[in-house]
């Protein structure tokens, strides 16, 4: 992975042996075989990510951007096998594990292959080994759940919007994962936070359906996005003279 970014958000999981996924309605055998997968995924993360795929298969694709050794890879093929749809999770990734492609020597195709056919959902699983970028210009499919989880730079995430918004049926489900990441912040702030409809985070995922966003929405996000708050309430609140603010206190 990138080592000039500090990658905290989500705990780090050690690498062991992925049990098979015997029973794959059964979200605590989806759940054992995530956590043996190393890389980074809270708990609710993985839940989410197993319901949502599960929900949203019978209506279309299902693209990863950022698989890495494929443990949020396992959680989505999961729930397309649970679903009975018969679609596949689409997973791109240059699997050379820099987030800023400066290149760290790493590959991670290898480990992410052993992973999901350790797990026994390969059948589903489709891994595409290029860059997002390249990857959008030859995908056609209608995507049903798009999860981001590549370059986390402003720029980098920007541009999987751009590339990737426009294959999204209506109602899909867009997530991105590490949302409290700057870059990512920002992305959400300008195109997500009152731009789209149902707008929830489950830890460091936030999650939207590709739909306008309804007045409800607009509200939420002035409670929900980090960046309303530091962009005008706090500016605001600083331009209140100290006598007044001193009066409030007392
Ligand atoms: C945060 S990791 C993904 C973690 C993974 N979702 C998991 O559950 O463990 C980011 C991944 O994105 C890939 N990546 C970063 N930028 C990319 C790009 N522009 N195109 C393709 N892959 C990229 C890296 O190789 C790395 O494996």
Same mark, same amino acid.
């Given at each position: ?30 759940? /054992? *075989? #995530? !956590?043996?997968?190393? @890389?980074?995924?809270?708990? %609710? ?44 999770? /689409? *997973? #791109? !990734?240059?699997?050379? @594990?820099?987030?800023?492609? %400066? ?47 590549? !370059? ?99």
């Amino acid at each position: 992975m990138n080592d000039n970014i500090q990658y905290e958000p989500a705990p780090w999981s050690e690498q062991r042996q992925v049990p098979r996924i015997r029973e794959p309605k059964d979200i605590t055998q989806v759940r /054992t *075989a #995530v !956590d043996a997968v190393s @890389g980074w995924l809270f708990p %609710e993360e993985v839940d989410f990510l197993y319901n949502t795929a599960r929900e949203r298969a019978p209506f279309g694709a299902i693209v990863e951007l950022g698989s890495f050794r494929g443990k949020s890879t396992v959680a989505l093929a999961s729930g397309i096998i649970a679903s009975g749809a018969g679609t596949t999770v /689409t *997973a #791109v !990734d240059t699997f050379e @594990g820099s987030a800023n492609l %400066e290149g760290l020597g790493l590959d991670t195709f290898g480990e992410f292959r052993a992973n999901v056919e350790s797990a026994g959902v390969a059948d589903v699983v489709r891994p595409l080994r290029a860059l997002t970028g390249d990857a959008a210009r030859s995908f056609d499919a209608p995507i049903s759940m798009l999860f981001v989880d590549a !370059d986390h730079s402003y720029e980098g995430v920007s541009a999987d919007f751009r590339n990737w918004f426009p294959k999204l049926m209506p109602n899909a489900v867009i997530a991105f994962h590490d949302s409290t990441w700057e870059g990512v912040e920002r992305l959400l702030h300008e195109s997500v936070y009152g731009h789209l409809r149902d707008v929830r985070r489950h830890e460091t995922i936030c999650a939207a359906r590709c739909a306008p966003a309804r007045l409800g929405d607009q509200l939420r996000a002035w409670r929900d996005d980090p960046l309303r708050g530091k962009n005008t309430i706090r500016p605001l609140l600083r331009r209140i003279p100290a006598p007044i603010k001193r009066l409030v206190k007392h």
